[in-house]
């Protein structure tokens, strides 16, 4: 038998290999972090609803998700040393382009601050809302495709993707359905719980 190796077709054969790599294989426990962040998505989500029905300060929000994220972050540092599932070096961070995309949320609602006060407290909480999942979900839809990068394979790609439509059309929902302007929290609550469960089985289907 011969020893010698083409390098060009050997590297061709590896980058097929990759190519048919989901984000499970990549990132070890990766499935598993997305299925705790629908949890603690639809925990904030149901303590957010309260706030509403309540008529609570905004200040609760923020207290609420930065309480929670913060607490996730923490445990999944300590459980895993991190994100996982996070690119190396040279490559883009997908995490990192998701939070730069979610960051325009704070610098539309500086822009839009000075016309707030026109707003009630459901049209205004609606309207941050409605703000927060349209940007988290072109964030998605970056990370999606970025995904290509590290050659992950479309399936795996997409539940980012439909993730990211999803969030787009709550959002747009969100601001045009009176009824969502009060239960808003309650339908992505129950929307991204949803789609974290069939996610996960997406990621980890072989």
């Not at 990759?18 to 149901?46: H, N, T």
């Not at 339908?187 to 072989?206: C, I």
């Amino acid at each position: 038998m011969s020893e010698d190796v083409d390098p060009a077709e050997l590297q061709r054969d590896l980058d097929r290999i990759k190519d048919a790599m989901g984000i499970a294989e990549r990132y070890e426990s990766a499935p598993e972090q997305w299925l705790g962040f629908g949890v603690v998505v639809a925990l904030g989500c149901a303590l957010s609803q309260y706030v509403v029905l309540e008529r609570l300060p905004g200040i609760w929000f923020l207290a609420i998700w930065f309480g929670l994220f913060g607490a996730f972050g923490a445990v999944l540092y300590w459980r895993f040393g991190g994100y996982s599932w996070a690119p190396g070096e040279g490559t883009p961070n997908v995490g990192f382009l998701i939070l730069v995309v979610y960051a325009g949320t704070f610098a539309v609602q500086f822009v839009a601050a000075p016309f707030l006060p026109e707003l009630g407290y459901l049209a205004e909480t609606a309207f941050v809302l409605a703000l927060v999942l349209v940007m988290l979900g072109l964030g998605y839809l970056v990370a999606g495709e970025t995904l290509k990068a590290h050659r992950i394979r479309d399936r795996d790609r997409r539940a980012f993707q439909v993730g990211g439509v999803l969030m787009i059309g709550l959002g747009i929902a969100v601001a045009n359905v009176d009824p969502l302007h009060e239960w808003g929290f309650a339908a992505y609550g129950g929307t991204y719980l949803v789609y974290a469960v069939a996610s996960y089985w997406v990621l980890t289907g072989s």
